[in-house]
């Protein structure tokens, strides 16, 4: 069996500032995770994959993730927030049917 | 890469009405296909899954159905809606084969609104 949790629902950061998304997971075997991102009305979007390569995984809009397996987590960091990233954040984990696994959701929001 | 077609975008429909949603995927062949349900201020549900035509899995007991009646199109339906349908449908394709960690791709989604 295996798990996910998305340790805040909500995250409030000022422009410019660094974004912290925090996940645990639980999974059986060596999981492959991902980070989704949703937008009002949107159908979400994949920001970046961890799939038993690098443990420091890059994404898209300058988003990357760091894989720690002796700390169950994956938490997904960005160096300086834009107004755009104001969204809802999913971090999912998958087994190899490719059933997902998605936490509850991190509400972020990019106050000027 | 794959592209996710899911409609209508929006829908509102009176309780005990019949609902018929669907979902086409472009650039993949033989993709596993999902529906998911987003309620409000919650996360995604997996509702039903699809590995080829006429293979339905479900996940959670509920006043839906799915069907797969050709390799890229799926259809999510209902004879009899009920309010606690209401929510955010989205449709999502993975291509590769079973055992490779591949990403799904999610549709645009479909607003349900049941009155």
């Known amino acids: 069996a295996q798990s996910v949790t998305q340790l805040d629902s909500h995250v409030s950061v000022s422009e410019g500032t660094p974004v912290l998304l925090r996940c645990n997971y639980s999974?059986?075997?060596?999981?492959?995770l991902f980070w989704y991102v949703q937008h009002p009305n949107k159908g979400l979007q994949l920001l970046l994959k961890?799939?038993?390569?690098?443990?420091l995984v890059k994404g898209i809009n300058g988003f990357e993730a760091e894989f720690k397996k002796s700390e169950t987590s994956f938490h997904l960091t960005k160096p300086s927030a834009h107004m755009s990233d104001a969204a809802e954040y999913f971090c999912v984990v998958s087994d190899l049917w490719g059933k997902l696994q998605f936490g509850a959701g991190t509400q972020v929001v990019v106050t000027p | 890469s794959q592209t996710i077609h899911q409609w209508p975008a929006t829908l509102v429909q009176p309780v005990g009405s019949p609902l018929s949603l669907e979902c086409t995927v472009e650039g993949t062949s033989n993709p596993n296909l999902y529906w998911y349900r987003q309620a409000a201020g919650r996360g995604l549900q997996l509702l039903f899954y699809s590995v080829g035509i006429g293979q339905i899995s479900s996940e959670v007991p509920q006043n839906l159905s799915a069907s797969r009646p050709q390799d890229r199109q799926f259809i999510l339906s209902s004879k009899k809606l009920l309010l606690s349908d209401s929510g955010f449908y989205l449709c999502?394709?993975?291509?590769?084969?079973?055992?490779?960690?591949?990403?799904?791709?999610f549709g645009p989604g479909t607003r349900l609104t049941v009155l």
């Open positions: 961890y799939t038993s390569a690098a443990t």
């Open positions: 999974s059986s075997y060596s999981p492959s």
């Open positions: 999502a394709a993975r291509g590769g084969p079973t055992g490779t960690y591949n990403e799904q791709f």
